[in-house]
């Protein structure tokens, strides 16, 4: 038994040798089913986003859900009111009847006051508390910003804390570089909030370019400056100002927005601060030190990750590097103005650092300032003179439109007048283009040759064109033939009957030098004059060169003339 004991020991400290030797020499690590220890002898520098090779950082997904939700087991049976929509303002004078006067929302119909009264245009982004979405109301058409808590309230505690960013918005004013805020309600235990919405954020641009010129650095951090400013006059610390939280309003402008960690130092708001991102936090958050002088140094990041494009590490030797005031080599190119203004905003001591008052008053911010104050104001005025150019447009374009109205109706009235009444019109192709003002009727009721052929009147009706649809061939030799017709309708009481009491719609008058009618040439009509040789025609009497023989023709014999002149002039 003793052998046996001191034989296990033996084998023991063998073992545990062996494990040593294997752990000391970077042996195979998988006889024990750990992982081993990788040692980096030389110091990884810090690299930049156009070399970086790795997507950009994101959030590991969440943990998969163990059980169901309770409500799947214990379903709600009673609707509570933080299930209706409700307004949420903790201002005595803000208007809590925006749900109620809504022209779009019906409390009858199971869809949110958000699907009712909003169209979604896109999603813009989510985070680890919410989501949000570009939308556009349909009460006034314009584009709004909306954030949608993900969760639902896990309590009262937790509605308390989600209600107090509501609280922080309403008690910011409106300023140019800070997102406006509009309005928020919550609806089946989430919370919504209406804001201003940009055109994208910093963090796009930064990714997208990865060579901001310094004069454009420049902008972005006056118009920070000012916005963070505003932050602190109202007693206000933004607490997580980065990339992700700088917006590009539809004007140029940079804005602060997403104040879900802004803490209120005249209500203690130290005690349930929480920290940002550590890639912008400031030394002094690790002491639990909440205050403007943290603004600062997160802003002074954020500048410098600009103008060096670097990829700011979140831990390890260089974070601390960067906390102890020294600038990476990156920064080596920039200018020496904004060497200064930046180690003045990253100053490692709180009470030395910068303020953004301080910030301002500098030389070259205030030459800055100074630009773009007169960038400002011509971008106002060009503003300005364009509406006042399409109010103009719009003044003068609805001027002409009442003076022209009445003109064109005038006008309209007087070719109404003017016009043939065209329903009273013959069936007949040889009455159609003639009115009964031109004064044919007349002319009608005696013969053509009443007319000398040397008066005006006889002038007159020779240089008149024949308003017929059917073309009608003129002799070379002899002036163009005359023809009238009968008014109108065929029961007219001017028109002149002939023997058998038919009205005359047509009167024709006959060259008497080829007697033919209309003009017609002989080639195309032999055949169908032959075929009636034995019919009598009024039309093959002989007639003088000086003479002229009216010719009445009736709607019952008008075909019969028509064939009648052909065959006389082949005669």
């Given amino acids: 038994m003793r052998r046996a004991q001191s034989a296990m020991i033996v084998w023991k400290e063998v073992r545990a040798k062996k494990k040593m030797m294997l752990i000391s020499s970077g042996g195979d690590s998988t006889i024990y089913n750990r992982p081993a220890p990788v040692f980096i002898a030389d110091e990884r520098p810090l690299s930049t986003k156009k070399s970086r090779s790795t997507p950009k950082f994101a959030p590991p997904p969440r943990a998969p859900v163990k059980s169901c939700p309770v409500t799947r087991i214990f379903s709600r049976v009673n609707e509570t009111d933080r299930d209706r929509p409700q307004p949420v303002s903790f201002k005595e004078d803000s208007d809590f009847s925006f749900i109620v006067h809504s022209p779009v929302y019906c409390a009858e119909k199971t869809a949110l006051y958000f699907e009712q009264c909003f169209v979604i245009e896109e999603?813009?982004?989510?985070?680890?508390?919410?989501?949000?979405?570009?939308?556009?109301?349909?009460?006034?058409?314009?584009?709004?910003?909306?954030?949608?808590?993900?969760?639902?309230?896990?309590?009262?505690?937790?509605?308390?804390?989600?209600?107090?960013?509501?609280?922080?918005?309403?008690?910011?004013?409106?300023?140019?570089?800070?997102?406006?805020?509009?309005?928020?309600?919550?609806?089946?235990?989430?919370?919504?909030?209406?804001?201003?919405?940009?055109?994208?954020?910093?963090?796009?641009?930064?990714?997208?370019?990865?060579?901001?010129?310094?004069?454009?650095?420049?902008?972005?951090?006056?118009?920070?400056?000012?916005?963070?400013?505003?932050?602190?006059?109202?007693?206000?610390?933004?607490?997580?100002?980065?990339?992700?939280?700088?917006?590009?309003?539809?004007?140029?402008?940079?804005?602060?927005?997403?104040?879900?960690?802004?803490?209120?130092?005249?209500?203690?708001?130290?005690?349930?601060?929480?920290?940002?991102?550590?890639?912008?936090?400031?030394?002094?958050?690790?002491?639990?030190?909440?205050?403007?002088?943290?603004?600062?140094?997160?802003?002074?990041?954020?500048?410098?990750?600009?103008?060096?494009?670097?990829?700011?590490?979140?831990?390890?030797?260089?974070?601390?590097?960067?906390?102890?005031?020294?600038?990476?080599?990156?920064?080596?190119?920039?200018?020496?103005?904004?060497?200064?203004?930046?180690?003045?905003?990253?100053?490692?001591?709180?009470?030395?650092?910068?303020?953004?008052?301080?910030?301002?008053?500098?030389?070259?911010?205030?030459?800055?300032?100074?630009?773009?104050?007169?960038?400002?104001?011509?971008?106002?005025?060009?503003?300005?003179?364009?509406?006042?150019?399409?109010?103009?447009?719009?003044?003068?374009?609805?001027?002409?439109?009442?003076?022209?109205?009445?003109?064109?109706?005038?006008?309209?009235?007087?070719?109404?007048?003017?016009?043939?009444?065209?329903?009273?019109?013959?069936?007949?192709?040889?009455?159609?283009?003639?009115?009964?003002?031109?004064?044919?009727?007349?002319?009608?009721?005696?013969?053509?040759?009443?007319?000398?052929?040397?008066?005006?009147?006889?002038l007159h009706y020779r240089s008149r064109p024949f308003g017929n649809s059917t073309p009608i061939g003129h002799h070379a030799k002899h002036p163009k033939e005359v023809f009238g017709h009968s008014p109108i309708t065929r029961n007219s009481f001017n028109a002149s009957p002939g023997k058998d009491q038919t009205p005359s719609f047509l009167r024709c008058r006959r060259t008497p030098h080829s007697g033919r009618l209309f003009g017609a040439k002989s080639n195309e009509s032999k055949d169908a004059a032959s075929m009636f040789d034995d019919t009598p025609s009024p039309l093959k009497i002989p007639v003088d060169e000086e003479q002229f023989e009216s010719v009445i023709l009736t709607s019952r014999n008008l075909i019969h003339d028509l064939i009648n002149a052909a065959d006389s002039d082949d005669e």
Wanted: hydrophobic fraction near 35%; charge should be negative.
């Fill in 123 to 458: 999603r813009l982004g989510v985070g680890s508390f919410g989501e949000v979405f570009k939308v556009r109301s349909k009460e006034d058409g314009r584009f709004y910003a909306c954030k949608r808590t993900l969760l639902r309230y896990r309590g009262e505690g937790d509605r308390r804390r989600r209600m107090a960013e509501v609280q922080k918005h309403e008690k910011l004013p409106k300023h140019k570089n800070c997102v406006e805020f509009y309005r928020a309600w919550e609806e089946r235990q989430h919370l919504y909030l209406l804001t201003e919405v940009c055109s994208t954020s910093l963090a796009n641009v930064a990714d997208a370019r990865h060579d901001l010129p310094e004069s454009v650095v420049w902008n972005y951090l006056v118009d920070l400056l000012q916005g963070v400013r505003h932050l602190h006059k109202h007693n206000l610390v933004h607490m997580d100002i980065k990339p992700e939280n700088i917006f590009f309003g539809y004007d140029g402008l940079c804005k602060l927005g997403d104040f879900g960690l802004v803490i209120d130092l005249s209500q203690g708001g130290e005690l349930e601060a929480l920290e940002g991102d550590p890639k912008y936090l400031a030394p002094e958050i690790l002491e639990s030190k909440f205050g403007p002088p943290a603004d600062i140094y997160s802003l002074g990041m954020t500048i410098l990750e600009l103008a060096t494009d670097l990829d700011l590490p979140r831990q390890g030797e260089p974070w601390q590097r960067l906390r102890m005031g020294e600038l990476p080599p990156a920064a080596s190119h920039l200018s020496d103005e904004l060497k200064v203004v930046l180690i003045g905003l990253l100053n490692p001591n709180p009470e030395k650092r910068l303020t953004a008052d301080q910030a301002l008053t500098l030389a070259p911010v205030k030459r800055v300032l100074f630009y773009k104050y007169i960038q400002d104001y011509l971008r106002k005025m060009v503003l300005k003179a364009r509406a006042v150019m399409i109010q103009t447009w719009m003044y003068i374009y609805f001027m002409l439109m009442i003076v022209s109205c009445p003109l064109r109706r005038l006008q309209a009235s007087k070719t109404t007048e003017e016009s043939p009444d065209h329903s009273k019109m013959s069936d007949s192709d040889f009455a159609s283009g003639y009115s009964d003002d031109e004064g044919l009727d007349q002319s009608l009721a005696h013969p053509l040759s009443d007319i000398s052929s040397s008066s005006s009147e006889a």
